[in-house]
């Protein structure tokens, strides 16, 4: 079954640390893969895509995403965090045609001055 | 920078009811998606639309819910007799063509009383 699996439901860190949210996926075919992120009270605004190439992705606001195909993962990373970034963060899969997207549960990140 | 539209960013309606939720997706894209997202839930796909039909739907897609684009621009989804359980988050998306992401809107809350 495709299916995606964020571990972690919610997630501390201080400003200025640094970051790894984690995204493993179930997927039978090649994926497309994403992270959408959600702040209070707004839509999902997406940070980084990996459609192919570069297993190593960049984004908007300092985010990066490694693709590991071996470990089926997807995590993304920021090697300093800012108060702004505190958010819902959602990974994603989808078909070559990145229809019918699968999002994970989400990890809610939170972070302290 | 283009966004998808969407309204009401809330509406309240009493169970029972018929709700019309509106989405004005980014001009010239091809494809357009409702999503939603139950309070503390993950974002799940409700359906997919694509050349005045609908392409994929998921099995929550029952025959309570209809869409149209009734007029080249706006993307509507519609409920015809809402259920307490309808309450949710409810997202629009448009993307362009193949290989491309999705676009969010801001999202349309529906509570249900």
């Known amino acids: 079954a495709q299916s995606v699996t964020q571990p972690d439901i919610h997630i501390t860190v201080s400003e200025g640390a640094s970051l790894e949210l984690r995204c493993n996926y179930s997927y039978g075919a090649t994926p497309y893969l994403f992270w959408y992120v959600q702040s209070p009270g707004q839509g999902l605004q997406l940070l980084l895509k990996y459609f192919s190439g570069d297993t190593l992705v960049q984004g908007i606001k300092g985010f990066e995403a490694e693709f590991k195909r071996s470990q089926s993962s997807f995590n993304l990373r920021k090697p300093s965090v800012h108060w702004s970034d505190a958010a819902e963060y959602f990974c994603a899969v989808g078909p070559y045609n990145t229809d019918k997207l699968i999002f994970g549960t989400g990890t809610r990140l939170q972070v302290f001055p | 920078e283009p966004e998808v539209t969407q309204t009401p960013s809330h509406q309240v309606t009493q169970m029972g009811q018929e709700v019309i939720l509106r989405c004005v997706p980014i001009?010239?894209?091809?494809?357009f998606y409702w999503y939603r997202q139950i309070l503390g839930q993950k974002v799940e796909f409700l359906v997919s639309?694509?050349?005045?039909?609908?392409?994929?739907k998921s099995e929550i897609f029952d025959d309570q819910f209809s869409v149209e684009r009734p007029d080249g621009s706006n993307f509507t989804l519609k409920i015809r007799s809402t259920k307490l359980e309808d309450s949710a988050m409810y997202f629009c998306a448009s993307r362009g063509d193949h290989n491309t992401e999705a676009f969010f809107g801001q999202g349309t809350r529906l509570t249900v009383v």
């Open positions: 001009s010239n894209h091809l494809y």
């Open positions: 639309f694509y050349n005045n039909e609908i392409s994929e």
